[in-house]
């Protein structure tokens, strides 16, 4: 009972995800995460992605009947694995206009949440975020934006291998240690059904902020996806606390 409780700590659902990516050498990123953690590489190279979405309906398991979140978010991700294999994503950055989740974020998880005002606008023909980091956090912007395909809800998913590379991540690792290792989480949901869009750009400050040259050019390739509904471990320390085997 105590095992599941902490593999389904929380609960929240996620919607209009869009997701910038672009390739980046090896060599620029590598800096940039924890020393336990690799790079994961697609085929000889890094990639780093900007993504903005809109998250509802948070709630954890031990007051699950009281609704915690519902805000935007904006955040800075690479692509890492362990030595032994296990694959997900290392946060650089997690942007969002709640500040109970920012602080909630980063006393539970330890990742690097900062409160920021952020704009969302979507139609039938577009969809952007944009987001300034509060004063506190460096006023950092971003703006994000894309076209929709008038085809959007009829076409093809994309589930090419470096769509499945850049999407179906199930595990993120935070700043906080747990002893000499990286503190990390695991994710569920089923599997994105995205499509790929072909006219997007980005402006901003995320990648600066971290010593990585901003994107000079347009995504190398952009998703957007209608949304699901994500389940999340609870934080390895709880874990620990609590005398259960760990989800790493």
């Known amino acids: 009972m105590i095992q599941t409780f902490l ?30 953690l690799e790079l994961d590489l697609f085929e000889g190279q890094a990639w780093a992605s900007v993504v903005g979405f809109h998250l509802s309906g948070l709630r954890m398991r031990p007051v699950r009947w009281i609704p915690w979140g519902d805000f935007d978010e904006v955040n800075l991700r690479t692509y890492v694995k362990t030595a032994d294999g296990k694959r997900g994503v290392w946060f650089h950055s997690l942007d969002s206009t709640d500040v109970f989740a920012v602080l909630g974020a980063r006393i539970l998880y330890g990742l690097s949440y900062r409160s920021a005002k952020i704009e969302k606008s979507l139609t039938d023909q577009s969809i952007s975020y944009q987001s300034t980091t509060h004063w506190i956090f460096g006023k950092i912007p971003a703006r994000l934006d894309a076209q929709l395909d008038e085809s959007v809800g009829t076409s093809k998913i994309a589930r090419e291998p470096l769509d499945r590379f850049l999407l179906e991540r199930y595990r993120f690792w935070a700043r906080r240690k747990v002893g000499e290792r990286s503190s990390s989480a695991q994710i569920r949901h089923r599997p994105y059904d995205a499509v790929r869009l072909q006219r997007a750009k980005y402006k901003g400050g995320l990648f600066n902020a971290f010593g990585l040259p901003e994107p000079q050019d347009s995504p190398a390739v952009t998703h957007f996806c209608q949304g699901f509904s994500v389940e999340a471990s609870s934080p390895q320390w709880l874990y620990n606390t609590a005398g259960q085997a760990n989800h790493r």
Do not use: A, C, N
């Open 7 to 36: 593999d389904k700590f929380m609960e929240q659902h996620w919607s209009d995800l869009l997701l910038l990516h672009w390739p980046v050498p090896p060599e620029i990123l590598r800096p940039t995460i924890p020393d336990d």
